[in-house]
């Protein structure tokens, strides 16, 4: 009767009854794309021709229902106005209400996830059944935004407001007894009888035995529920929202309030008031950051498969050097299925890293994550040794020992001898050249540096560090074990503090002068904070230590000296020769006591500011925060656009992903390339401008940001003018 690339209708055996199928060609899954809407419009109307029509079952060929909208297509959507955004999404609706008012009863048959759009596209039939096995959802505020083809009107009449709330703003997966509790759907059961079941209550519904009619009634009209029982019923759920809601991201605030106006409202008025505010929200940074955010993750995940295919499978693995760092990786490596042999020269060291690894272990059974045998499994494919038995027979090597080059050099010269030839070898280093500790392997293009991020187990970045000799297939393998160990890897040239830490060295340098010219770095921190990042930049450094993040900072900043060059007042370096060395001692910019589990809590050291007065000015300067902002953001644009065009990563993605996931780059944001599209190149060109004359090189925007200024590009190409 009708035949798309992702929706067919076929008459079935019994007079009149049709069956609506989510068949998208050449996919494993169904999803709303701009053409799957289309052709449901077309599908509708067909049915709503249909002399004899009597049902419809809509079902879905695929393992799973509808997965939800096709997110690769929003960037462009969401360059528009606010008002193009809801004029589109009204129009989609309009196949919703077409289905929903097909005069006969419709019965959708859930039988894997039904996500976003699949979830909306369920709730517009008569009736639901649902597979035991499947999920259902409305997961659009991890975008930053809400449901937007009638979801949030028409599961608050379905579940109810206060159900319709929570599952809206926390986005989660609901199981089938979770939403045939709240009447979401309407039955449950096995998944090998869901096609006969859904069948059996659309014939029973043609024969007028479920009012289905009243069903969908009960969907066009407005909440039942007086004006008191509506203000408490929305009240709690904004109280509810307001602590779960991630900084700067409104969009789940947003859908309280508009659905607690849209209870008082028909479909009609609901569903034009969930429009105009979906296209409100749809255009806040936040929206726009998260959704290119996710297109940047599938961008990424193509890449390591492009990757794995080129890779040599690294099934047994070794890590040279314990301690938290090495004992993290040997976990994280084991846990994953890749057992690995940990060789450190102290028996104190391999007590540390197994202590590691069992802590971790311990966590995750007391969490329910793992059960006991897992976890004891997994300790056992930890081999600790002082030696280098067996070291011939794994397919890598990751050195985790001190950062020093002269060290690294002779125990990697030593273990590639005792390697097989083709073996992989990766070097954790955070700051060392990976050329420089190449220089006396035999085979360098078996070398990358595998850069992980502490604590290991926590944290999802590897900066796999590609030497000018390092080979396609080193990369590719250390790229794919990387993805095996459960961690995003973003692949980066060599070059001093490679990507992360040297965007982020632009930034800590903007607050070093900040102080030094007088702030006060509580403002500081408290402003940074606002703005998004978990923690400040002087907390930052208390907890990295000062110890560890002065040399680094000067390190990294040496191989830049044009704009980093040597900071005279340094905090960093005076902290350090104060013995003030951040948590690990107890005193920094603020001061630590161990809190009655043991973790280090913050407090304010009285005596900071005498000491941080011997660096600045007389007369202490006062900052805005809006000046703050710009003087530590601004150069991480920079930095990051230098990094970019001197090719150190691939694209702008993967940067921005870069940032997220090794600093906590505010989600919101996006990162700092996403962050300067937001501004606009325009601003941020300006913005420099004005700062450079004060603040020199640091400030000063690459050729290419001025071209693009000039010309109205960006970093995305859907964030153009």
């Known amino acids: 009767m009708f035949q798309g690339q992702s929706v067919w209708v076929r008459a079935l055996d019994e007079a009149g009854v049709y069956e609506l199928c989510f068949d998208r060609q050449g996919d494993a899954i169904n999803k709303f794309d701009d053409r799957t809407v289309e052709e449901l419009r077309q599908a509708v109307n067909a049915l709503a021709g249909v002399a004899d029509l009597r049902g419809v079952l809509i079902s879905s060929a695929k393992e799973v229902f509808i997965v939800g909208a096709d997110i690769t297509e929003f960037g462009a959507k969401f360059s528009q106005p606010a008002e193009a955004i809801s004029a589109g999404v009204a129009h989609s609706n309009t196949v919703f209400v077409a289905l929903e008012d097909l005069p006969v009863p419709t019965v959708v048959a859930i039988n894997g996830f039904a996500l976003g759009g699949g979830l909306e596209l369920a709730v517009s039939g008569s009736l639901r059944v649902m597979s035991s096995a499947a999920q259902v959802g409305v997961p659009e505020v991890r975008l930053g935004l809400f449901p937007g083809f009638g979801g949030t009107v028409r599961l608050s009449r379905l579940a109810g407001p206060a159900a319709a709330c929570e599952w809206v703003t926390t986005g989660r997966p609901q199981t089938a007894p979770a939403a045939l509790a709240c009447g979401v759907v309407d039955e449950v059961v096995a998944p090998e009888a869901l096609r006969e079941s859904a069948l059996g209550l659309l014939r029973r519904a043609i024969a007028g035995e479920v009012d289905w009619a009243a069903r969908q009634q009960r969907k066009r009209d407005p909440v039942p529920l007086s004006a008191a029982e509506r203000t408490a019923v929305f009240e709690a759920a904004v109280a509810a929202t307001e602590p779960l809601s991630a900084r700067h991201q409104p969009a789940a605030q947003r859908a309280v309030e508009m659905m607690a106006e849209a209870a008082a409202l028909d479909r009609a008025g609901a569903l034009a008031l969930e429009a105009r505010v979906f296209g409100e929200v749809a255009c806040t940074q936040a929206a726009r950051s998260l959704v290119q955010a996710f297109v940047n993750d599938q961008a990424l995940k193509k890449l390591f498969k492009r990757h794995a295919q080129a890779a040599t499978p690294v099934r047994r693995a070794a890590v040279l050097g314990a301690g938290i760092m090495g004992g993290g990786i040997a976990y994280t490596s084991a846990l994953r299925g890749v057992p690995v042999r940990m060789k450190d020269i102290q028996p104190s060291a391999l007590e540390l ?287 990051a656009a230098h990094a970019l065009e001197d090719g150190v990563v691939g694209s702008p993605a993967e940067l921005d992903m870069a940032m997220q996931l090794g600093l906590g780059f505010p989600a919101y944001a996006g990162g700092p390339l996403q962050y300067a599209d937001w501004l606009g190149l325009p601003e941020v060109v300006a913005r420099c401008d004005r700062l450079a004359p004060e603040l020199g090189a640091a400030l000063q925007p690459t050729a290419r940001m001025r071209a693009m200024a000039a010309t109205g590009t960006a970093y995305y190409p859907h964030r153009s003018a």
């Open 353 to 639: 890293g197994m202590g590691e690894a069992t802590k971790q272990l311990a966590r995750g059974v007391k969490n329910g994550k793992l059960s006991q045998e897992r976890a004891n499994g997994v300790l056992a494919a930890i081999t600790p040794q002082l030696d280098s038995a067996g070291f011939d027979q794994v397919d890598g090597v990751i050195e985790a020992i001190v950062e020093n080059l002269g060290i690294k050099q002779k125990v990697l010269a030593e273990l590639e001898g005792q390697l097989a030839p083709g073996t992989l070898i990766a070097s954790n280093t955070s700051s060392l050249r990976i050329d420089d500790i190449a220089q006396p392997l035999q085979r360098p293009e078996n070398f990358v540096g595998m850069h992980f991020f502490n604590p290991v187990p926590m944290m999802p970045l590897v900066e796999v560090i590609r030497g000018s000799r390092t080979s396609d297939a080193a990369v590719s393998t250390a790229v794919a074990y990387a993805v095996a160990m459960g961690k995003t890897p973003i692949v980066v040239k060599d070059c001093p503090g490679f990507l992360v830490n040297r965007v982020l060295t632009a930034y800590m340098r903007g607050f070093l002068q900040l102080v030094a010219d007088g702030a006060d770095f509580l403002q500081v921190d408290r402003v940074m904070e606002a703005f998004g990042w978990p923690m400040g930049p002087a907390y930052l450094e208390d907890v990295v230590g000062m110890d560890t993040g002065s040399p680094v900072s000067d390190v990294i900043s040496a191989g830049y000296p044009e704009r980093m060059p040597r900071l005279e007042r340094d905090a960093l370096r005076l902290m350090a020769s104060e013995g003030r060395y951040g948590q690990k001692n107890g005193i920094g910019f603020y001061r630590y006591e161990a809190d009655a589990q043991g973790k280090p809590r913050r407090s304010i050291a009285p005596d900071t500011p005498a000491l941080l007065a011997r660096l600045q000015p007389d007369r202490p300067r006062a900052f805005s925060d809006a000046e703050i902002v710009d003087r530590m953001m601004l150069p991480m644009i920079v930095e």
